[in-house]
């Protein structure tokens, strides 16, 4: 059974910094492919930022310089270090796993609130 378990999410100061997790399970993490991404109310989900198994990454330009994504291959988890944030980056966040068999499994998602 795969599971993908974010947290870390809450309300923060606009200026602030939190630090996302997204603990993995019955996949071969190391192989996949990790992502975050975001919905905010009334809009579509959007990549944040993705990185791959040999550890390049990419991120949306909203985020770029702010944002840095990381991996644990040893603890099966991926992070989302979010510095500088914006009201605009209020969404929930969605852990997302894109694995070698090409499947692609959601997290339950993580509130995060910035606040003027």
């Known amino acids: 059974q795969v599971q993908l378990v974010e947290s870390g999410g809450g309300l923060v100061q606009a200026g602030g910094s939190l630090r996302l997790s997204c603990a993995a399970s019955?996949?071969?993490?190391?192989?996949?492919?990790m992502g975050w991404y975001r919905q905010a109310p009334g809009q579509q989900r959007e990549l944040v930022a993705a990185i791959n198994r040999g550890g390049t990454t990419n991120y949306a330009d909203s985020v770029k310089g702010r944002f840095t994504i990381s991996r644990d291959n040893a603890k099966n988890t991926v992070y989302l270090q979010m510095n500088s944030l914006k009201p605009e980056d209020t969404a929930v966040y969605y852990c997302?796993?894109?694995?070698?068999?090409?499947?692609?499994?959601w997290g339950q998602g993580t509130q995060v609130t910035v606040s003027l």
């Open positions: 997302n796993a894109f694995t070698v068999l090409l499947n692609t499994y």
């Open positions: 019955g996949i071969i993490f190391s192989s996949s492919r």
